[in-house]
């Protein structure tokens, strides 16, 4: 029996990191090999077969230029088109709320919020063509993530801010190193199917990193607001209201509004174009499929 689930494990393996159009030919081949070597009652080479298998170099299939064109050509939308598009949204958010509520304060802040909102979420849908399906999780989560948090310390670094590079930078090493490994698990969620609890998983933990990264700045201000109320300190960030609590409210506000400036903007657009990436790359896959292998007659 332990054989049998060793064996099945790691033929198993082997399959997946095999093109998906080849697995199903693949599994029936191996399995019917090891179900031979079990009939013969070798169960040291039925393990060294499989084993064999799980740590072969799979055969790589040569790519044409065209396809590889087309690759360069994915990568590049998502690396720098991506980013390029979520700034012209956050310029248009802003344009939009100051020509609709001028002088309104804070309901013009929860305008561009919500605006920013929808462009997160158009973004995460144009993942379906930014996304580049061949690469690995590992890849497209660097993809992703280094290009909002390098354009994070270049908008300190070129105008040589040492003062807020100091302040804001780890905030950005907390949000993207925090989505990074998010993305990992996100990614896993997808391809075992379960798509919805990906995207919610996502969406929220993400949330909850930027509720994190914003509060770093703001504890590194003179004259923090009060500590209790931080958990708002984002909603804050995007919204310029306190919505009547007590805390944050007045200078509380304003100081919030200062230290953060457009941290919680970036996360939140950053947020969208990454998980549609990842859950477009990853398509969910059969429950059968992805339940096992034929199990060889093993003893």
């Known amino acids: ?92 958010a802003v344009v939009v709320a100051g020509v609709l509520l001028p002088d309104t304060g804070s309901l013009q802040y929860g305008a561009v919020a919500l605006l920013l909102g929808a462009g997160a979420v158009v973004l995460a849908r144009l993942g379906r063509w930014w996304t580049v399906g061949g690469a690995t999780t590992t890849a497209l989560v660097l993809a992703v993530t280094v290009p909002g948090c390098a354009a994070g310390f270049l908008q300190y670094a070129l105008t040589d801010n040492s003062a807020k590079l100091a302040a804001h930078g780890p905030a950005y090493l907390i949000f ?17 199917g379960r798509r919805a609890r990906a995207w919610w998983t996502g969406a929220l933990g993400a949330l909850a990193l930027a509720d994190v990264a914003v509060m770093v700045p703001v504890f590194l201000a003179t004259g923090t607001p009060h500590p209790a109320s931080a958990p708002l300190w984002l909603v804050t960030a995007l919204t310029g209201s306190g919505f009547g609590l007590p805390s944050p409210a007045g200078w509380e506000i304003f100081t919030i509004l200062d230290q953060t400036e457009l941290d919680p903007q970036i996360f939140l657009l950053c947020t969208g174009i990454a998980l549609g990436a990842i859950m477009h790359r990853a398509p969910a896959r059969n429950t059968a499929e992805e339940s096992g292998l034929p199990s060889p007659s093993v003893p």
């Not at 990191?17 to 040291?44: F, I, N, Q, T």
């Not at 993207?176 to 075992?192: D, E, K, P, S």
């Open 176 to 192: 993207f190193g925090g989505l990074g490994a998010l993305l990992h698990f996100v990614a896993r969620l997808a391809t075992t």
């Open 1 to 92: 029996m332990v054989i049998r689930r060793l064996a099945t494990a790691l033929l198993g393996l082997a399959v997946r990191r095999w093109p998906a159009r080849l697995r199903d030919g693949l599994r029936r081949e191996w399995a019917a090999e090891l179900h031979v070597l079990a009939e013969e009652e070798r169960p040291g080479a039925v393990l060294r077969f499989a084993a064999s298998l799980a740590v072969a170099r799979p055969a790589r299939e040569p790519a044409s230029v065209a396809v590889r064109a087309r690759a360069m050509g994915r990568a590049l939308r998502l690396t720098v088109v991506a980013p390029l598009t979520a700034a012209a949204m956050f310029v248009v």
